[in-house]
């Protein structure tokens, strides 16, 4: 089945398509001196539309503040508002949104419903 898949996408065009980490965010980042030297934890990596890493760090940064610098967030902010049309960032955004709640229902339940309402007021905020 594996073979007939890679044969059948023999000769896809990809050209708006770059390699996307999937779970790109400050934690996944390596940093010294202001400069990423690494990015790791790529086991969910795929083609895809790069603007959903972008988005994906700007979700951590919203639904996490404590976890980054404040102006660092707002330059990811920034960055998203620029690279993405508002309906392509909330759509993402809600993306994001949807893999959290499935990963917290399965690891912390008990914490899904706090963590649920950050993560609604952080879409809120794409969506206005």
Do not use: K, Y
């Amino acid at each position: 089945m594996l073979v007939a898949a890679l044969d059948h996408g023999e000769g896809a065009d990809l050209l708006d398509h770059t390699v996307v980490h999937g779970d790109f965010h400050h934690g996944n980042s390596l940093i010294e001196d202001d400069e990423i030297v690494a990015v790791i934890d790529w086991d969910i990596a795929g083609p895809g539309d790069w603007r959903f890493d972008l988005v994906m760090l700007a979700f951590g940064c919203a639904v996490r503040p404590q976890t980054c610098e404040p102006a660092a967030a707002e330059l990811v902010t920034e960055a998203v508002r620029s690279e993405c049309p508002s309906e392509v960032a909330a759509l993402m955004m809600a993306c994001q949104v949807l893999r959290m709640i499935s990963m917290l229902a399965v690891r912390s339940p008990a914490t899904a419903a706090r963590a649920c309402s950050r993560m609604v007021a952080a879409l809120h905020s794409w969506m206005v």
